[in-house]
């Protein structure tokens, strides 16, 4: 078959959509390009870093911090200048008599050593049962700010008496210090002139135990994050994983910006040639087909903004995506060769957007694969369920095989089990968007097959009624193509769906079709009296009729391709021979020709076949398989002859496997039957 790439510009027009989508997209600021894990030496150049960043704690190292800032109190206390004047004034008014000379000396260090602080000498005492007073740390509140200090960077009132005097014996060796400080009553000056805060104490603890620092410390500009060859341990991954965070968010591209334009436009171009070439290879004919052509493209731009959207505003809920039930509204309307390239296609962005993309993208794919096969076994009520811990079973296993080869990471699992489980239930939840996906783009699911196919249903019903002939007649043929539907792997509720309806056209005009004529001689039969071209229009209006009748009930357009081309371009051989014998003109030939199209996929060739074979095996005079052989081979070859299938998307495998059915069908069907016998009125019994 051969099908070319469509010229028509507006094939091309929602691509262009889908490119533009995606360049708005993509990243706007340079992205963290280097693959590291713990354990393994760092394969790169020695990486300096280009910028100041804070060095970002663990899950763990911030819930260790947490518990432990529970049951530790950091005592809180007020700085006050005016404690420390007045010391410093008291000092300054007092006698040293003939040491006078020592008192700059005592107001400089006296000054200092205020300048930092003075608390009082033992453990500040808190309510009976409260929490350990921490013996290394403290709140400082001066000039309305609060900051937390080491307990070292203070003086204890003692602390702060021996500092004084030692400072000034050193300097002075030959004064007794200490006996001047006691006469004079300088040590009674010094008081403490940090004051403890007993509720602020109580307040700030119960605040700290909710709130811990995010960071451990800083790396400072063009200072050395790792070297080439250097085992990654924990801490420094740790200090990579900051680099790269602070990289993918604040670092701005340093070159040229029309450079980053122009990889986001070559990225996003990439893309889209890649999503559809996995669309023409597939299946060439989707891209003729505007609705589902649309949904597919629809598709795409979905995931990618769900994605875009995700690592953007949530980045750490991306393993509670439910994208298997992607690859589910793929399953929903095609066929699993087309489902599986798309689906490849529209996960890429995870590798673009992601800083962890590699694993989101083995993750999803494996599940959406197992997922496509699955499914066909676990798709109604509650079996749906069966089919999600399946999902959550296999993105599971190739979570952990990543978090093993990820050797020392300390980051808390279960946190991220949970949402790949919630992900796995999202598949079920989201799933019913189906039905909207098919009322927005008027597609048919499998679902809406099943119930086209009920013979019970109004359209049908009226069918039988007005066309009982014609009714039967496409049940037969129904049976037909879900029998060799079944054995060439075509799509079964399509073809029986098709099947109910190929001939809908008929119940307009029933008469004019001679499984509908009454058998009672004394009416008049429709074809009487009417030219061979006459009789010709009517029966090819069917096909319009059948077109105008889906339009009117809404049938989806899958359906309406069969109809208009289970008949192709062929002619109605009858009239066209009686028109030809009767020595009409062969120009006039193509009035006899029906106006719809060839079939263009495997269903369609066989359905046309089938309907053939059903209307055309009433005329079988033999029931011997040689008689069947001739009878279908004949069919076929007539088919192919006037050049019905020479645009058909089916294999010479699935051809003679067709052929075969079909004989052993007709064999089935109009097998011979035993005569019964007869009895002898002599031989009756009287009861």
Not at 373 to 391: C, E, K, M, P
Not at 518 to 523: F, G, Q, R, T, V
Not at 660 to 686: C, D, E, F, W
Request: hydrophobic share 40%; proline share 5%.
């Amino acid at each position: 078959m051969q099908i070319s790439t469509p010229k028509i510009p507006r094939k091309f027009i929602p691509l262009v959509i889908v490119f533009a989508v995606l360049v708005l997209l993509m990243p706007r600021t340079a992205k963290f390009n280097y693959d590291y894990k713990k354990g393994s030496p760092w394969p790169y150049e020695t990486l300096i870093s280009q910028f100041d960043f804070p060095i970002l704690k663990t899950e763990e190292q911030i819930q260790e911090e947490r518990d432990k800032a529970g049951t530790i109190v950091i005592p809180y206390y007020r700085y006050s200048e005016e404690i420390a004047s007045s010391a410093l004034k008291n000092a300054q008014s007092l006698d040293l008599g003939s040491y006078k000379k020592l008192k700059p000396g005592i107001i400089t260090r006296l000054t200092d050593i205020y300048s930092k602080g003075v608390i009082s000498d033992g453990r500040v005492k808190l309510d009976k049962g409260a929490a350990e007073i921490s013996d290394n740390l403290i709140y400082i509140q001066r000039n309305k700010r609060v900051s937390k200090y080491p307990l070292s960077e203070v003086y204890k009132l003692s602390d702060a008496r021996l500092l004084l005097l030692s400072s000034l014996a050193t300097s002075n060796p030959s004064v007794n210090v200490d006996s001047l400080f006691r006469k004079v009553g300088l040590y009674e000056c010094i008081v403490p002139n940090l004051q403890f805060d007993k509720a602020m104490t109580e307040l700030t603890h119960a605040g700290s135990s909710d709130y811990v620092s995010p960071t451990l410390g800083y790396v400072r500009a063009d200072e050395k994050i790792v070297s080439k060859g250097e085992i990654v341990t924990a801490e420094v991954a740790q200090i990579l994983d900051s680099y790269k965070d602070e990289y993918n968010k604040v670092f701005g591209y340093g070159g040229p910006r029309i450079l980053l334009y122009l990889g986001n436009i070559l990225l996003a171009l990439a893309l889209v040639v890649l999503l559809y070439f996995s669309i023409y290879f597939s299946n060439p004919l989707v891209i003729g087909e505007g609705n589902r052509y649309f949904y597919l493209l629809f598709l795409f731009v979905l995931v990618s903004v769900v994605t875009f959207l995700m690592e953007r505003f949530a980045r750490g809920l991306m393993y509670a995506i439910p994208y298997p039930v992607f690859a589910l509204f793929l399953l929903a309307f095609f066929r699993k060769r087309v489902v599986l390239p798309v689906y490849i296609v529209m996960l890429l962005p995870l590798l673009i957007f992601c800083g962890n993309g590699m694993e989101l993208f083995v993750m999803y794919l494996t599940a959406g694969v197992v997922t496509m096969q699955t499914f066909d076994y676990f798709n109604r009520s509650w079996l749906q369920f069966v089919n999600a811990g399946i999902i959550f079973g296999v993105e599971l296993a190739v979570f952990i095989g990543f978090r093993l080869i990820d050797a020392g990471n300390n980051s808390m699992w279960w946190t991220d089990v949970i949402q790949i489980f919630v992900g796995a239930l999202g598949c079920v939840a989201f799933y019913p968007l189906i039905y909207i996906f098919e009322k927005m783009f008027n597609l048919v699911s499998q679902t809406r097959l099943l119930e086209l196919a009920d013979t019970n249903s109004h359209l049908l019903q009226e069918l039988s009624a007005k066309a009982p002939g014609t009714f039967q007649h496409c049940i037969q043929v129904m049976n037909m193509v879900d029998a060799v539907g079944r054995a060439t792997d075509a799509n079964v509720p399509l073809l029986r769906a098709a099947a109910l309806y190929h001939d809908l056209g008929k119940m307009a005009n029933p008469r004019c079709f001679i499984e509908n004529e009454s058998a009672s001689p004394d009416l008049e039969k429709y074809h009487d009296g009417k030219t061979p071209l006459e009789s010709a229009r009517d029966i090819i209006r069917h096909v319009d009729d059948g077109l105008a009748i889906a339009d009117e009930h809404r049938l989806p357009d899958e359906i309406k391709r069969f109809i208009r081309s289970h008949h192709g371009t062929s002619s109605t051989a009858y009239f066209l021979n009686k028109y030809l014998n009767e020595g009409g003109d062969p120009a006039n030939a193509p009035e006899f020709h029906y106006h719809g199209q060839k079939p263009s996929t495997k269903e369609e060739v066989i359905l046309m076949v089938c309907d053939s074979i059903e209307a055309a095996s009433r005329t079988l005079k033999e029931s011997t398989p040689e008689a069947y052989d001739r009878f279908v081979e004949g069919i076929v070859a007539g088919k192919e002859k006037d050049g019905q299938l020479e645009d058909a998307d089916i294999t010479l495998h699935d051809m003679n496997i067709m052929k075969s059915m079909l004989k052993t069908y007709l064999q089935q069907i109009y097998h011979g039957r035993v005569a019964y016998p007869k009895r002898k009125n002599n031989n009756q019994l009287t009861i």
